[in-house]
Every structure is written in structure tokens, then in C-alpha cells.
């Protein structure tokens, strides 16, 4: 069967990325000024799709015959769906914390040089696109629905889980054979990574730009800050 290739930025790239920002920004924004109990019973749906989803990544792994490997959800981005899942639950905001740097870095980078190799109808596409989208609206919707916001301080906690994860994964990797965070090789698609030096030396790149865009992303809430104060 004929199948064709994935073109990064073609028309069917942006029409998706266009489904998918309308989905994350509305869904929140429609359900802003709903009832508490409204936005929880909503917030627990979406919970209840990124651990569903996150599970069904695990049996695909199998039913297209991807490395086993793929089976552990520690991408940063099943960590991120995870994270934004329990909070969404639980309200534990250390969660929220993580999926928002995560998440808003990892899972908009995924959507924008995303990691397939096929255009739709390639049975990959969809999950893959659905799976992304899923994080960026369950941040959105902590953001919008629920008020929730990062401090400085979380910068700070967000970095340090972060470093003693990669660590971690990184052993992981060794031992498993994986490529969990691309930490041992680059994606196979085309990404930022493509002008990396060549693993492992492109974590000396990747790591402080990684800090740089947990910084970028708090910027919002800190012009936020300053525009109260005056």
C-alpha cells in the first residue's frame, strides 16, 4: 500500500496544527465561566482521555509492531499527559508545575515538527496528533478554567525534577536499549535537533536551551506580575 511521505509544514501539516490550536484554546475558553462543578466534571473527562490515551499508546506499541521498548510511557510527553492527568484529579499543583514547562515546551515542539514519517491516512497520524493536542488542552484548560498559574519559584522545582529525570532515563536507556527523550539519538523526522552536534554531544545545545524555554514560558506570568504591581 502506498503511503505518503509526511511534509513538514504542507498543507495537511497546517490544517491539522490548525484543528488542533482551535481545540486547545476554545474548549478552555468555552467552559471559563461554567460552574465549579461544570469545569471539575470536565477536567476529570479530559484526565479520564490522557490516561486512556496514554494507555492505548502501550498497546499500539504492539499492534504496530514498534520497539518494545516503546511499551514504558517515558517520553516527556507521556510524562506531561500523565502530570496534567492526576492534577486535573487530584489538583496537586506540583503536577500542573510540571506538565506546564513539559508540556507547553515538549508537546508544541512535537505538534510543530512532529515525529512521523507518513501523511494521514497512515495509522500513526492521528494518535500521534490526537496524544499532543490532549496535553496542550488539558494545560490550557488549568490555565483558563481552573486559574492556575507557575511561580518563579516552580522555574526553579520544574529544572531540578527535570535534571534528576533525565538522569535517570538516561541509565534507562543504556540498560533497555531506548531513545526516551532522544537523549542517545535524534528524531527520525526532520526537528530542531537537525542542527544539534551528533548525540551525545547534542545535549551540551539542548539542555540550556531546554532552561531557556522553561524561562520563556513564564514570562507571560511575570509581564503579569509587573502590569499588577503598577
Not at 87 to 96: D, G, N, V
Not at 129 to 134: K, Y
Not at 172 to 186: P, Q, S
Amino acid at each position: 500500500m502506498h503511503q505518503d511521505p509526511f511534509q513538514l509544514f504542507g498543507i495537511q501539516h497546517l490544517f491539522t496544527l490548525l484543528i488542533c490550536f482551535a481545540l486547545i484554546l476554545l474548549i478552555p475558553l468555552y467552559f471559563r465561566n461554567k460552574s465549579s462543578e461544570t469545569k471539575k466534571m470536565i477536567g476529570v473527562s479530559l484526565s479520564v482521555l490522557l490516561i486512556a490515551h496514554t494507555f492505548e499508546q502501550v498497546l499500539n506499541t504492539f499492534s504496530f509492531n514498534l520497539a518494545w521498548q516503546e511499551a514504558f510511557p517515558l517520553h516527556l510527553c507521556d510524562l506531561s499527559a500523565l502530570s496534567i492527568a492526576y492534577y486535573l484529579i487530584s489538583r496537586e499543583k506540583i503536577y500542573f508545575n510540571c506538565a506546564y514547562f513539559w508540556g507547553l515546551g515538549g508537546a508544541t515542539m512535537a505538534l510543530l515538527t512532529p515525529d512521523v514519517e507518513f501523511a494521514f491516512p497512515n495509522p500513526v497520524f492521528f494518535p500521534f496528533f490526537w496524544a499532543h493536542t490532549l496535553i496542550l488542552l488539558g494545560v490550557f484548560y488549568a490555565v483558563i478554567a481552573f486559574d492556575e498559574r507557575p511561580f518563579l519559584k516552580d522555574v526553579h522545582k520544574v529544572i531540578g525534577v527535570s535534571i534528576i529525570l533525565m538522569v535517570f532515563i538516561y541509565f534507562f536507556n543504556l540498560i533497555m536499549g531506548a531513545n526516551f527523550w532522544y537523549l542517545m539519538n535524534k528524531p527520525e523526522a526532520d526537528s530542531l535537533m537537525n542542527f544539534f552536534p551528533n548525540p551525545p554531544f547534542h545535549m551540551i545545545i539542548l539542555i540550556p536551551i531546554a532552561i531557556a524555554v522553561f524561562y520563556l514560558l513564564y514570562i507571560p506570568f511575570w509581564i503579569k506580575d509587573m502590569v499588577s504591581k503598577d
